[in-house]
């Protein structure tokens, strides 16, 4: 007995001495960052911002690898299943992070297989219509959807995205009956808005601002508490009378569960030295997104209140398990 746990001693401390010289030398090989929805969404831009000064920080090259499909499941599962050597980041957001896994009823990965890296901020939904769609503030949307139950399509960024979740909650809040399309992201979603084959759609400023300042699509509500400074003449829901709405996405890293600490640390340092960067603070700033950063500790407890209010959705049953 005693010899066995000798050589499981041995064994445990060859890992950690493993762990720690791995650690020390990341990263020495690029790095790949998995992007859950298709390229040009807000989850992509937001990497591909960050990756371009994480890359440097870090002395490697950040690969960006976009794995669209199941609101963020097909993904994820990859970084969940990955080595937890560092390689494989996943760029976390509420679909793949918390959504997807706790709507699906067989998921193929938990939300515990994987450790918060850093939060970089969040961003309040905006309800973005069809120009020819005839509402112009948040009170006449849901009137008119009210007057026309089950006649119009509300797209989304795939079932279980944070875009999915807002209409969930608007229509608990409302009792709105709508046609969910989801989409394998925010992009092509956008390209139907735009074509007229949906009318109305969760987005965000980040995802659609080409769209809006060309006038392809109108924004006529936003989904937070106060306006957002990025679109100051845009109302909030609860100023034309909807409450228990707000409705936000966020940004942030994580790894595969038991990286190692060292390298979780190094990450988040990176990770905090960019969003303190005066230029990317301006992007975000004038995309709408709230910086945030802090500790992998700060984002894990904010990950755990995000998916308690999630747990209750699904357990209402205003989201059904697929």
């Not at 279980?160 to 969910?180: C, F, K, N, R, Y």
């Not at 937070?224 to 990025?230: D, E, G, I, L, T």
């Amino acid at each position: 007995m005693l010899r066995r746990a000798a050589i499981a001693l041995c064994l445990s401390v060859a890992s950690c001495a493993w762990a720690q010289t791995d650690a020390k030398d990341y990263p020495n090989k690029p790095v790949r960052w998995i992007v859950t929805f298709v390229a040009g969404a807000s989850n992509d831009i937001v990497a591909r911002l960050m990756a371009a000064k994480l890359g440097d920080a870090l002395g490697q090259q950040i690969l960006i690898d976009n794995r669209a499909g199941a609101g963020g499941l097909l993904g994820a599962e990859i970084v969940a299943k990955a080595p937890p050597d560092g390689y494989t980041l996943l760029l976390a957001n509420p679909g793949p992070n918390i959504n997807a896994p706790l709507m699906a009823k067989k998921p193929p990965y938990k939300v515990e297989d994987f450790a918060p890296v850093a939060l970089f901020g969040y961003i309040p939904l905006i309800i973005a219509v069809h120009p020819a769609f005839p509402v112009s503030n948040p009170q006449e949307l849901i009137a008119h959807l009210k007057a026309n139950p089950g006649r119009f399509s509300w797209g989304s960024g795939g079932t279980g995205s944070g875009l999915h979740i807002g209409l969930a909650l608007l229509q608990t809040a409302t009792g709105i009956d709508v046609i969910h399309i989801p989409y394998k992201g925010t992009a092509p979603a956008l390209t139907d808005l735009v074509g007229g084959q949906i009318q109305v759609m969760y987005t965000t400023k980040v995802s659609a601002d080409g769209q809006i300042k060309a006038g392809r699509v109108r924004v006529i509500g936003v989904a937070s508490a106060k306006r957002s400074p990025a679109l100051p003449d845009v109302p909030t829901l609860a100023e034309h009378g909807i409450k228990d709405a707000e409705a936000v996405t966020w940004f942030g890293m994580a790894v595969p569960a038991k990286t190692p600490r060292a390298i979780i640390d190094r990450l988040n340092s990176a990770v905090n030295r960019i969003l303190a960067m005066p230029e990317i603070r301006k992007r975000f700033d004038d995309d709408g997104v709230e910086v945030q950063g802090g500790t992998p500790e700060q984002f894990a407890a904010f990950i755990r209140r995000e998916a308690a209010r999630i747990e209750k959705l699904v357990k209402t049953g205003a989201l059904a398990r697929e």
